[in-house]
């Protein structure tokens, strides 16, 4: 290969890696992601383009993801609701609701992204692309709920349920992951994440008993509120087990589940 080739694809790998290839490349390429065609580019475009790009001068005309995000995130819940409750009939609400919350944490949600290999398509200023955001979990997850979005706007619900199926059925295995020994406390976090909440926080209310026998009590907050509390020798001990007692009071209180934390 001539220097001058190898020059040109050298500047078209690194434009790829940009979000920078041609409207028609970007089409072909966001097509062979989705395994749809795509008829709406405008809306793919946007949920690949991260906020960052906008606030430029010269792009404050554009839109970044973050409303197909929205949208899209509302889309995964029921899609993965829906896939939980058939796959597992004889399961009770409480076992669905931990599931559909591992499925769609933002960490699962950044795998799904990498698995179908999103990172070149997604658009970003030139700093947060220096910063590592091509390869922020946060932003992977926003950018694969925004892409949901847009395909459920182009091709509507049904479409965009079976690409989030195929999506999970490559990346993960789901009968492992529902047999996978609980952390209570990683259980509860990826159940306030996955609505949205504010982070779980841990804080000690009282110390008992001599250093050799110590009783901790702990209480978990999402908010301002109190979820539950716990008791143990340790503060780990102690946490965990509160976090046990905020997932039972959530299982049984499912009008909590509406609340924005």
């Given at each position: 290969m001539s220097l001058i080739a190898r020059t040109l694809q050298t500047l078209g790998l690194q434009r790829e890696e940009r979000g920078q290839t041609s409207p028609e490349d970007r089409k072909e390429r966001i097509s062979q992601v989705t395994g749809l065609p795509i008829n709406r580019l405008e809306l793919y475009e946007r949920a690949l383009r991260h906020s960052s790009l906008v606030r430029h001068k010269k792009n404050r005309h554009l839109k970044s993801n973050e409303r197909l995000e929205f949208l899209g995130d509302a889309v995964l819940g029921l899609a993965a609701a829906e896939y939980v409750y058939e796959r597992f009939p004889d399961k009770n609400e409480g076992f669905l609701t931990r599931l559909r919350a591992k499925l769609v944490n933002k960490r699962a949600l950044a795998e799904y992204a990498e698995m179908i290999s999103l990172q070149p398509l997604i658009q970003m200023s030139e700093d947060m692309d220096r910063a590592g955001g091509r390869v922020n979990p946060s932003m992977l997850a926003n950018a694969f709920e925004a892409l949901l979005g847009a395909l459920y706007l182009d091709h509507g619900y049904i479409p965009a349920r079976q690409f989030v199926l195929a999506t999970v059925a490559r990346t993960v295995d789901v009968s492992e992951l529902a047999e996978r020994r609980e952390n209570h406390k990683s259980v509860l976090l990826e159940y306030a994440q996955a609505r949205r909440w504010s982070q779980p926080t841990y804080r000690v209310l009282?110390?008992?008993?001599?250093?050799?026998?110590?009783?901790?009590?702990?209480?978990?907050?999402?908010?301002?509120?109190?979820?539950?509390?716990?008791?143990?020798r340790s503060k780990k001990t102690a946490e965990q087990r509160a976090a046990k007692s905020a997932l039972k009071y959530l299982e049984k209180h499912q009008d909590v589940m509406a609340r924005t934390g």
């Open positions: 009282s110390e008992q008993g001599p250093g050799h026998q110590r009783e901790f009590l702990v209480e978990v907050v999402i908010g301002d509120e109190s979820f539950g509390t716990g008791q143990g």
